[in-house]
Nanobody, 125 residues
Framework: VQLQASGGGLVQAGGSLRLSCAAS????????MGWFRQAPGKEREFVAA???????????DSVKGRSTISRDNRDNAKNTVYLQLNMLKPEDTAVYYC????????????????WGQGTQVTVSS
Protein backbone atom coordinates (compact mmCIF):
# COMPACT_ATOMS: atom_id res chain seq x y z
CA VAL A 1 0.00 0.00 0.00
CA GLN A 2 1.34 3.39 -0.98
CA LEU A 3 0.21 6.48 0.90
CA GLN A 4 0.64 10.01 -0.40
CA ALA A 5 -0.01 12.82 2.05
CA SER A 6 -0.59 16.45 1.13
CA GLY A 7 -2.14 19.64 2.42
CA GLY A 8 0.44 20.84 4.90
CA GLY A 9 1.66 24.40 5.01
CA LEU A 10 2.26 27.51 7.07
CA VAL A 11 -0.72 28.89 8.96
CA GLN A 12 -1.25 31.40 11.74
CA ALA A 13 -2.39 30.29 15.16
CA GLY A 14 -6.15 29.90 15.19
CA GLY A 15 -6.25 28.92 11.55
CA SER A 16 -7.22 25.68 9.87
CA LEU A 17 -5.75 23.12 7.50
CA ARG A 18 -7.08 20.00 5.83
CA LEU A 19 -4.60 17.23 5.26
CA SER A 20 -5.28 14.57 2.65
CA CYS A 21 -3.83 11.12 2.15
CA ALA A 22 -4.40 9.17 -1.05
CA ALA A 23 -3.95 5.40 -0.86
CA SER A 24 -3.07 3.11 -3.73
CA UNK A 25 -1.83 -0.39 -4.33
CA UNK A 26 -4.15 -2.13 -1.91
CA UNK A 27 -7.77 -2.54 -0.86
CA UNK A 28 -8.38 0.77 0.89
CA UNK A 29 -11.54 -0.29 2.65
CA UNK A 30 -9.80 -3.17 4.45
CA UNK A 31 -7.50 -0.89 6.44
CA UNK A 32 -8.01 1.41 9.34
CA MET A 33 -6.40 4.73 8.50
CA GLY A 34 -4.73 7.28 10.71
CA TRP A 35 -2.45 10.22 11.21
CA PHE A 36 0.62 10.59 13.36
CA ARG A 37 2.93 13.55 13.84
CA GLN A 38 6.50 14.20 14.84
CA ALA A 39 7.71 17.53 16.13
CA PRO A 40 11.42 18.44 16.11
CA GLY A 41 13.25 16.63 18.87
CA LYS A 42 10.22 14.58 19.85
CA GLU A 43 9.00 11.07 19.16
CA ARG A 44 6.31 10.36 16.62
CA GLU A 45 2.89 10.42 18.27
CA PHE A 46 -0.62 9.29 17.43
CA VAL A 47 -3.04 12.00 16.29
CA ALA A 48 -6.19 10.34 14.96
CA ALA A 49 -7.52 7.14 13.39
CA UNK A 50 -10.68 6.01 11.63
CA UNK A 51 -12.01 2.49 11.19
CA UNK A 52 -12.43 0.64 7.90
CA UNK A 53 -16.07 1.64 7.65
CA UNK A 54 -15.55 5.15 8.95
CA UNK A 55 -17.86 4.53 11.86
CA UNK A 56 -15.29 4.58 14.64
CA UNK A 57 -12.84 7.39 15.27
CA UNK A 58 -10.18 7.99 17.87
CA UNK A 59 -8.27 11.17 18.66
CA UNK A 60 -5.32 12.12 20.80
CA ASP A 61 -6.28 14.35 23.71
CA SER A 62 -4.09 17.09 22.27
CA VAL A 63 -6.31 17.48 19.18
CA LYS A 64 -9.67 16.26 20.45
CA GLY A 65 -12.39 18.80 19.79
CA ARG A 66 -10.23 20.61 17.24
CA SER A 67 -9.86 17.98 14.57
CA THR A 68 -11.90 15.60 12.47
CA ILE A 69 -10.70 12.52 10.63
CA SER A 70 -12.79 11.15 7.79
CA ARG A 71 -12.47 8.82 4.84
CA ASP A 72 -14.12 8.26 1.49
CA ASN A 73 -14.60 4.59 0.68
CA ARG A 74 -16.84 5.07 -2.31
CA ASP A 75 -15.90 3.07 -5.37
CA ASN A 76 -15.42 6.18 -7.45
CA ALA A 77 -13.46 7.99 -4.78
CA LYS A 78 -9.73 8.40 -4.73
CA ASN A 79 -9.29 6.23 -1.61
CA THR A 80 -8.56 9.24 0.49
CA VAL A 81 -8.47 9.92 4.20
CA TYR A 82 -8.67 13.47 5.52
CA LEU A 83 -7.63 15.23 8.70
CA GLN A 84 -9.28 18.59 9.33
CA LEU A 85 -7.30 20.62 11.84
CA ASN A 86 -8.95 23.68 13.38
CA MET A 87 -7.90 26.26 15.96
CA LEU A 88 -4.30 25.40 15.27
CA LYS A 89 -1.68 26.14 17.91
CA PRO A 90 2.07 26.58 17.59
CA GLU A 91 2.48 23.26 19.42
CA ASP A 92 0.73 21.57 16.51
CA THR A 93 3.81 22.29 14.39
CA ALA A 94 5.15 18.94 13.18
CA VAL A 95 5.54 16.64 10.24
CA TYR A 96 2.26 14.79 9.84
CA TYR A 97 2.33 11.20 8.59
CA CYS A 98 -0.48 9.20 7.09
CA UNK A 99 -0.69 5.54 8.09
CA UNK A 100 -2.67 2.36 7.49
CA UNK A 101 -3.23 -0.38 10.01
CA UNK A 102 -5.37 -3.22 11.25
CA UNK A 103 -7.73 -1.35 13.55
CA UNK A 104 -8.32 1.93 15.34
CA UNK A 105 -7.32 0.30 18.61
CA UNK A 106 -3.96 -0.98 17.41
CA UNK A 107 -3.19 2.26 15.59
CA UNK A 108 -3.93 4.24 18.74
CA UNK A 109 -1.17 2.26 20.42
CA UNK A 110 1.20 2.95 17.57
CA UNK A 111 0.95 -0.25 15.55
CA UNK A 112 1.07 0.63 11.87
CA UNK A 113 1.34 -1.56 8.78
CA UNK A 114 2.13 1.13 6.26
CA TRP A 115 3.52 4.66 6.49
CA GLY A 116 3.23 7.47 4.01
CA GLN A 117 5.68 10.28 3.58
CA GLY A 118 5.14 13.27 5.82
CA THR A 119 3.66 16.67 5.17
CA GLN A 120 4.93 19.66 7.15
CA VAL A 121 2.51 21.72 9.21
CA THR A 122 3.90 24.92 10.68
CA VAL A 123 1.81 27.13 12.93
CA SER A 124 3.08 30.63 13.63
CA SER A 125 2.17 32.53 16.77
Amino acid sequence: VQLQASGGGLVQAGGSLRLSCAASGGTFSTYAMGWFRQAPGKEREFVAAVSMSGGTRSYADSVKGRSTISRDNRDNAKNTVYLQLNMLKPEDTAVYYCAAGVSVGTMTSGQVNYWGQGTQVTVSS
